[in-house]
């Protein structure tokens, strides 16, 4: 990417309405724009490190042997009648007619839509154990949106939702949803923690939620310091407990911290095939219902909690499973010197040609304003081409967290970048 032709819609100014960090820099560093109360666009820099997100989900899924579908945003009244949730639902649920005065609602998840795929689709306990899974956009009419695109209205979630005959197929689901999880938020970069989960509106009986920590969460989560006792504090079971006092299993203290919910999986059992009448055949030719479970991920949200948790004064920290551009070429006198234009340009192509993902900066700014950009849009590789620098036969390089510059040779650059992005 030429940062000259690319739409670098960075701000100079802090947004006056982004109380969160993560808002402010998601603002500034032009990764999404506001359309209107919790509707964002994605622009070009943001959208690179959404689908990262999505790329890496995806992977995951596909390797627990989960399959891709998508699923309409737009979803008929008559399932959300049959599954009880039309009047269950209040306000969040965005209703309206079609010009046939059929009513519809905008998906705020699809339980009721893959049931109703289920009860159609499936015939045979042979069929069973099935994971389906999208990425696709939900809408929620959320009461405050806010914090941008951490709570939207409309927003990127990854819902995966799984059938099986008995409790426990769905629980050997369930723990390899769980490992998967634990590997996507690995991956990623993130310091997270899963917890014990209240199943709140969507019923059922096991749940975990897994928390980006980072102090402007609006979950509180009570955890021990030393076992794997951690639960959400709005969790009926734990309301009673303090922090500083003994694990309930005996193992430490209890702390308490803040943390923003990027995951939640559920054991829901036969809450939506009882009222949808989802059945398959067994082996012996009896129709049970089908009992599920339902996965979701929030992978805007993802994006926020990200920058949340890795920023400085100067602008965002990306880790290389996020960055838009693993590496970002900055060049000082890119338009005044030709050895500096030709380096820049020969390395541009060299890296690209490597497989890295490069922006080039050759946009005619002063060194400050080139700087400042890489910094707030966060590239984890810096390198810093200039006739200084030249002279040595190197370019200077700097990782954007440890913002140690070094000097490397022009001839063991390939090397040393390959070291960096597999240690880093
Ligand atoms: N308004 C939103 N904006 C962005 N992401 C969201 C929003 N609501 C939910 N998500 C994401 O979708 C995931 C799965 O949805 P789920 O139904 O569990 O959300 P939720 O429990 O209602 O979220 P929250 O408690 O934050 O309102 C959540 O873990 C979260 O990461
Ligand atoms: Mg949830």
Not at 80 to 106: A, V, Y
Not at 315 to 327: M, R, S
Request: hydrophobic share 40%; proline share 4%.
């Amino acid at each position: 990417m030429r940062c000259s032709h690319f739409l670098l819609a960075h701000l100079k100014e802090t947004p006056s309405d982004a109380e969160l960090i993560s808002h402010q820099l998601m603002l500034r560093a032009g990764l999404v724009r506001k359309l209107a109360s919790g509707l964002y666009t994605w622009l070009p820099l943001g959208l690179r490190v959404l689908r990262n997100v999505e790329a890496c989900v995806r992977e995951e899924m596909n390797r627990i042997g989960a399959q891709e579908i998508l699923m309409p945003t737009v979803q008929p009244a008559e399932l959300w009648k049959e599954s009880g949730r039309w009047d269950k639902f209040g306000p969040e649920l965005l209703r309206f007619q079609d010009r046939n005065k059929h009513e519809f609602c905008l998906g705020p998840t699809h339980e009721e839509v893959i049931t109703d795929l289920a009860r159609r689709e499936l015939r045979s306990h042979k069929q069973l154990p099935i994971i389906l899974y999208q990425i696709q956009t939900k809408f929620r009419d959320e009461i405050r949106p806010r914090f941008g695109v951490m709570r939207a209205r409309e927003f990127l979630m990854k819902d995966a939702y799984s059938f099986h005959l008995t409790k426990e197929c769905l629980s050997n689901t369930y723990q390899a949803m769980r490992g998967a999880y634990q590997t996507i938020f690995t991956r990623l970069g993130l310091q997270f923690r899963m917890v014990k989960a209240d199943s709140g509106t969507m019923g059922g009986n096991l749940s975990h939620e897994f928390h980006v920590l980072a102090n402007s969460g609006e979950d509180t989560l009570i955890y021990s310091t030393e076992s794997d006792f951690a639960s959400n504090i709005n969790c009926p079971e734990v309301r009673h407990l303090k922090e500083g006092e003994r694990s309930p299993d005996g193992e430490g203290i209890l702390s308490i911290a803040k943390g923003i919910e990027v995951g939640h999986i559920f054991q829901l059992g036969t809450k939506y095939s009882e009222s949808l009448k989802a059945t398959v055949l067994n082996e012996k030719g009896e129709a049970p219902v089908l009992t599920m479970g339902c996965y979701g991920i929030g992978i805007s949200r993802i994006v926020a909690a990200a920058v949340e948790q890795n920023h400085d004064p100067a602008g965002i920290i990306w880790g290389d499973a996020l960055a838009p551009f693993q590496v970002i070429i900055v060049p000082i006198g890119f338009h005044r010197s030709r050895e500096v234009q030709g380096i820049s340009e020969k390395l541009y192509a060299d890296l690209i040609q490597s497989g890295w993902t490069v922006a080039l900066d050759d946009r005619a700014e002063s060194p400050g304003v080139l700087l400042a950009t890489s910094d707030l849009i966060g590239i984890p590789h810096r390198l810093v081409v200039s006739e200084k620098t030249l002279a040595q036969n190197s370019v200077e390089y700097r990782h954007r967290k440890t913002k140690q510059p070094q000097l490397i040779l022009l001839s063991d650059l390939h090397r040393f970048l390959q070291a960096q992005l597999a240690t880093s």
